[in-house]
């Protein structure tokens, strides 16, 4: 693996150190950016999901096409158990 140096202020490292210990068992920085890296990105996907249901739910034809098409596909499961 191929490695880089980030410059950042000493009170970022500094807090960088101290969530890596206390939240990550001391593990290295570059692990602990990984994980917030991806954690930013998954929350990310889920807020644009969020906002793109929100503009289908703003179009009455739209959504309505879409909650009938979501009908069809329950009743085409074929997997022989009633709704609850």
Do not use: C, N
């Not at 999901?49 to 879409?66: E, N």
Request: hydrophobic letters at 40%; glycine letters at 6%; aromatic letters at 6%.
């Amino acid at each position: 693996m191929t490695v880089t140096t980030v410059k950042v202020p000493m009170e970022v490292r500094d807090r960088l150190a101290a969530l890596a210990a206390v939240d990550f068992a001391g593990a290295p920085l570059g692990q602990v950016i990984e994980v917030l890296i991806t954690e930013h990105e998954d929350r990310r996907l889920h807020r644009d999901i969020l906002d793109a249901y929100q503009r289908l739910r703003a179009d009455a034809d739209a959504w309505s096409g879409y909650t009938s098409e979501l009908e069809e596909w329950d009743t085409t499961a074929g997997d022989g158990t009633a709704d609850r």
